[in-house]
Nanobody, 126 residues
């Protein structure tokens, strides 16, 4: 079992930045990849990016790759999401998720992930 807890959400002004954290506990040693998703009201869950715990490689969705950076702290089992130049459309609940298997072709698919955090709300104001 792996438990994930996101933090760092809140109200952010348009044009600003956010840094979200994902703290992992439990059997995290089996984790192969951690991904970030978001979901806005009335919209499908959207993949933002992922980081491999095996290779340290990062993968980003095309639409956000210029504004996004994902990093990790292996010692503390933490994963971070940094997003810059926020706009109103970035308002959503942000989730981190982990998968116990590698396979970069699948990292954008929510079903690939085995464990999910409860999410943290990010609201961008004008």
């Amino acid at each position: 079992q792996v438990t994930l807890v996101e933090s760092g959400g809140g109200l952010v002004q348009a044009g600003g930045s956010l840094r979200l954290s994902c703290a992992a506990s439990g059997r995290f040693a089996s984790t192969r990849v951690t991904g970030w998703f978001r979901q806005a009201p009335g919209r499908a869950r959207q993949w933002l990016g992922a980081i491999s715990w095996v290779t340290d490689s990062t993968y980003y969705a095309e639409f956000v790759k210029d504004r996004l950076a994902i990093s990790r702290d292996k010692a503390d089992n933490m994963v971070y999401l940094q997003m810059n130049n926020l706009n109103l459309e970035d308002t959503a609940v942000y989730y981190c998720a982990t998968a116990l298997k590698s396979g970069s072709s699948y990292y954008s698919q929510a079903l690939w992930y085995d464990y999910w955090g409860q999410g943290t709300q990010v609201t961008v104001s004008s």
